[in-house]
């Protein structure tokens, strides 16, 4: 077992001048990974979550976790989470908030200690079980794979079985805590454990072993068929000044468009494929939100942009720079005598005299109406979205610079013909997206 221990950390590439953290809850696994870092001298400090969901049973758990550290001088950090009220207010699972709070947590202690990795004591039976959950609650290619290490998250025994790990225990002699929520058959995951599993063994006494060989192959699966999608993705995604763009003819015409469109617009945290699919047979318009993107189905193209809101912003004169919306706006104003160039189009040249403070910068409404630079009349703003072929998307992100309620451009795309620069302008005001 300490050959496996050994050979796992070394493929994950942690040596003994890693800064490591412990997750110890005091079970039997993670305090057997507890004395295999010991006993390879490596260099690991603990982590302890008190959860405050059994009672004395917690309180004892930490006590152990204090006492043990304390007589193998090793240091420890501690930490007591209101899960129940957690799980309350953010209307999910206990198990769910309990894994929310200690990975958030876990995060905290590396950024503040410089630790290179988070060692939990995941194994191979736990793997099985993930499969399992994952499979009754219906799952893509990703979760039939069982636990993998993430990132800086690594589970040095997930080549383990658990009972390698008991046998491990009785060599050693090695104290632990039970848990008695492990029995606790209100849990998902115990019930796989204790009832399913066991009645899996009745029809094939190696069942375990089975479905490890099937999670081997399943990830062989998965890394053709990752390439497979890394491919796809990018014959179908033209990316263009932060715009994600997928053109629906050549996705419908792929032989698995919808699992190639799920792929794709997970990445962006969209899930409800089956309410986008439908979108690309009806008439354009119709947009999808979360907390991050904006998507809209629009013409032959779903567009995928970071989300969109409709702030408005004042600008006073002593304003010199502004950032919204991850748009970067800098503001000057010069004299005209000075070296000024229309360099590039997201720049605007505008006749300061000419301008009533404060400024406002707003999306368009509609009814806006503007006169384009070289043109005698006003031209309603949709009429030039149309007249320039703009997408919805591109719509939703125009920004207007307003003085006195009159258009003063659209910023980065058209000057208003009443604020250029003419031979008496004394100062120019210049407004330039970053």
């Not at 209100?186 to 009645?199: A, F, H, Q």
């Not at 969109?308 to 002593?318: E, L, P, R």
């Not at 304003?319 to 590039?344: L, M, P, R, W, Y």
């Amino acid at each position: 077992m300490n050959h496996l221990f050994l050979n796992q950390m070394k493929q994950i590439g942690v040596s003994k001048k890693s800064k490591l953290l412990l997750t110890l809850s005091g079970g039997v696994d993670s305090m057997v990974l507890c004395h295999l870092l010991i006993s390879n001298n490596f260099k690991f400090s603990i982590a302890h979550c008190n959860f405050l969901l059994r009672g004395n049973e917690s309180d004892s758990d930490e006590d152990f976790i204090r006492s043990y550290t304390d007589s193998k001088k090793i240091e420890a950090f501690f930490k007591k989470f209101k899960t129940k009220e957690y799980a309350s207010e953010n209307k999910i699972s206990i198990q769910m908030a309990a894994r929310d709070l200690r990975y958030q947590w876990f995060l905290t202690l590396k950024e503040k200690n410089n630790f290179d990795f988070i060692l939990t004591a995941h194994h191979l039976d736990d793997s099985v079980e993930t499969f399992l959950i994952n499979l009754i609650r219906g799952t893509g290619i990703k979760g039939l794979h069982g636990i993998q290490d993430r990132n800086f998250f690594i589970r040095p025994l997930i080549c383990v079985s658990k009972k390698d790990i008991l046998e491990y225990v009785q060599i050693h002699n090695i104290i632990y805590r039970d848990d008695s929520s492990n029995k606790d058959l209100k849990y998902v995951r115990n019930k796989i454990r204790n009832e399913i599993i066991p009645l899996m063994k009745d029809i094939n006494p190696n069942v375990r072993d089975a479905i490890i060989k099937t999670i081997s192959r399943i990830k062989d699966v998965e890394g053709i068929y990752n390439k497979y999608i890394i491919d796809k993705k990018k014959e179908l995604i033209k990316v263009s000044q932060s715009q994600y763009k997928i053109n629906i003819p050549k996705i419908l015409s792929e032989t698995f468009s919808k699992q190639l469109l799920f792929e794709i617009i997970s990445d962006f945290g969209f899930f409800d494929v089956d309410s986008v699919f439908q979108s690309f047979f009806s008439s354009s318009g119709k947009e999808f939100f979360n907390s991050d993107y904006y998507m809209i189905k629009d013409r032959s193209d779903l567009i995928i942009t970071e989300h969109i809101t409709n702030n408005t912003i004042i600008i006073n004169k002593k304003t010199n720079k502004i950032v919204s919306e991850g748009v970067s706006f800098d503001i000057k104003k010069i004299d005209v005598n000075d070296s000024v160039n229309q360099d590039n189009e997201n720049k605007m040249l505008i006749d300061f005299d000419k301008l009533d403070f404060p400024l406002l910068i707003r999306p368009w409404q509609l009814g806006d109406r503007f006169k384009p630079l070289g043109m005698r009349g006003f031209k309603k703003l949709s009429d030039y979205f149309i007249d320039n072929k703009f997408s919805l998307i591109e719509k939703k992100k125009v920004r207007l610079l307003i003085s006195n309620q009159n258009i003063v451009c659209i910023l980065g795309e058209r000057l208003d013909e009443r604020f250029k620069l003419v031979q008496e302008s004394k100062k120019v005001y210049i407004v330039t997206i970053l």
